[in-house]
């Protein structure tokens, strides 16, 4: 079965950097784009960053253009998300997503806290 397992978040002052991970399994990784989205308390979920299969192409929110970039490592099945001049607006679970089948996988998410 699908699993996406992400890791790396953590509490971090403003200014700082963290890189968050996911791994995941049971669908072949290299047939698929992948992104990674975020949820603040109060606010929907929007998307941060999405990679094409072959990490060709990338896209970006405005809000975290410069400042974060998404990559991907299909020999080890995880696709990573770089995060610097983290900012307090940058507070949220992080969540690792892909689209099979016409059905949507989520990753349990990871909280980003940016403060100091």
């Known amino acids: 079965q699908v699993q996406l397992v992400e890791s790396g978040g953590g509490l971090v002052q403003p200014g700082g950097s963290l890189r968050l991970s996911c791994a995941a399994s049971g669908f072949t990784f290299s047939s698929y784009p992948m992104s990674w989205y975020r949820q603040a308390p109060g606010k929907e979920r929007e998307l941060v960053a999405g990679?094409?299969?072959?990490?060709?192409?990338?896209n970006y929110a405005d809000s975290v253009k410069g400042r974060f970039t998404i990559s991907r490592d299909n020999a080890k099945n995880t696709v990573d998300l770089q995060m610097n001049s983290l900012k307090p607006g940058d507070t949220a679970v992080y969540y690792c997503?892909?689209?099979?089948?016409?059905?949507?996988?989520w990753g349990q998410g990871t909280q980003v806290t940016v403060s100091s």
């Open positions: 997503y892909v689209f099979i089948g016409f059905k949507a996988f």
């Open positions: 990679i094409t299969n072959n990490g060709g192409t990338t």
